[in-house]
């Protein structure tokens, strides 16, 4: 029994019930001093040994219940999810600000949900110095290598809950997807326009770099929130105002220190960053292949005009002109409305109409100037034929006049 009760033993429960292991060896040893079997001090021996044996065991029952419930919440704070936007699919890409937003709200929902739990630990852990020591001063030296080694699970846990969030933006943007295996499906959607004489995005690359840096940053300074103990105890550190003045900010000491400057966390940080221009690098070149329709907006229409009519165009030449536009106009509705950038989807929608009505504008306005062309045209023949047959009705005076 006594060697099933101690192989129970965590190094963790042996450190922190060391006292009460020396009591019971002591108890137990003194079976191994030479003893007369006549003697009636066997039955009380055996009776000593299984008692104090049996108190020890209930002793770790329950101090293993306590810290089956810390470990409880350790594990779930290893597993939680800080980044969950939900099942995101190519049918159901929200806009940048909505996905931020609601990442966002997830994942402080989330950290709250986990604080609560991380502060139940120290309940725990009061039970435990109750059973042990005696106390509830949850600052009992009798506990200070046990109080450590929690907190450094607790360390490990936070840390394993960033790496599978970065890990989850991670496979957002494609960074680690192995050549064969398919690409995750954009996560947000920018819109593309023509503002002449650039084309342009909304929101545009600067705010999707600051807001995706800040969405990185603040999964990592989910760790603020939980504040490490003091040395030698489970209670949480004071806030640290710098020469005693209360006006300051203070400084709290938390986990976000050690996890902010895991080698792991940085570099998963540096390869997301490094992801998002690489994304825009893409995007850059894709906008750029629009620039082939530049003639539409790059020159002013009247004045282009008004330089053709100078150089006596003939009715072929307005024809020419107009169908140029009509298989511009065709080109253009070829295009894809949607476009996928890695991990942006671009609506090209607005875009597209945008051309489509700088092709309209030109096409009217060649329209109106053949039209204008013609009228005067029209007027100077029509004048001209006046004139002729005034000259025909006119009776002659003279030889002269008939000529």
């Known amino acids: 029994h006594y060697q099933s009760v101690v192989r129970s033993l965590t190094p963790a429960e042996e450190e922190l019930l060391s006292g009460q292991l020396r009591n019971l060896e002591t108890t137990i040893r003194a079976g191994f001093d030479p003893l007369n079997w006549n003697s009636l001090a066997i039955t009380e021996y055996l009776e000593r040994c299984t008692k104090h044996i049996n108190e020890f065991s209930t002793l770790l029952k329950q101090v293993q219940m306590s810290a089956s419930n810390i470990e409880s919440v350790v594990v ?42 991380y502060r139940t630990i120290k309940e725990q852990l009061e039970k435990i110095e109750g059973l042990v020591a005696g106390s509830d001063t949850n600052r009992s030296p009798a506990l200070k290598k046990y109080y450590a080694y929690w907190e450094k699970l607790i360390l490990k846990a936070l840390t394993a809950m960033v790496y599978k ?26 819109t593309a ?4 004489p650039d084309i342009v ?20 300074e989910s760790t603020t ?31 976000y220190t050690d996890i902010s400057q895991d080698p792991k966390v ?24 629009w620039k082939r329709y530049s003639s539409l907006w ?59 009505r700088e092709v309209d504008g030109w096409m009217t306005v060649i329209g109106k100037t053949m039209h204008d062309n013609a009228k005067l045209q029209a007027i100077s023949l029509n004048d001209t034929i006046a004139d002729k047959r005034d000259k025909l009705n006119k009776v002659p005076e003279d030889l002269e006049a008939l000529k």
């Open 298 to 356: 790059k020159h002013d229409k009247q004045s282009l005009l008004e330089k053709f009519v100078k150089t006596n165009p003939t009715y072929v030449d307005y024809e020419d002109k107009l169908s140029y536009y009509k298989k511009m106009k065709i080109q253009i509705k070829s295009e894809r409305p949607v476009t996928d950038i890695d991990f942006i989807q671009v609506s090209c929608h607005p875009l597209i109409a945008d051309l489509n």
């Open 193 to 196: 326009t023509l503002s002449a």
């Open 266 to 289: 940085l570099k998963m940080m540096l390869a997301l960053g490094q992801a998002v221009q690489k994304a825009f690098l893409s995007m850059n070149k894709f906008l750029e292949k």
């Open 76 to 117: 779930t704070i290893m597993n939680a999810h800080l980044v969950d936007p939900g099942n995101l699919t190519a049918h159901t890409v929200m806009d940048m600000q909505e996905f931020y937003e609601l990442v966002e709200r997830k994942r402080t929902t989330t950290v709250e949900a986990l604080l609560k739990k």
């Open 225 to 255: 929130s939980f504040v490490r103990w003091m040395r030698g105890t489970c209670v949480e550190t004071p806030p640290q105002y710098p020469r005693d003045d209360k006006e300051e900010e203070p400084l709290m000491i938390t986990f």
């Open 165 to 190: 969030a970065l890990g989850t933006l991670d496979k957002y943007l494609n960074v680690s997807r192995a050549p064969n295996h398919p690409k995750h499906p954009p996560i947000f959607r920018v």
């Open 201 to 220: 995005l909304s929101p545009a690359l600067s705010d999707i770099h600051k807001l995706f840096n800040k969405m990185v940053k603040q999964t990592v």
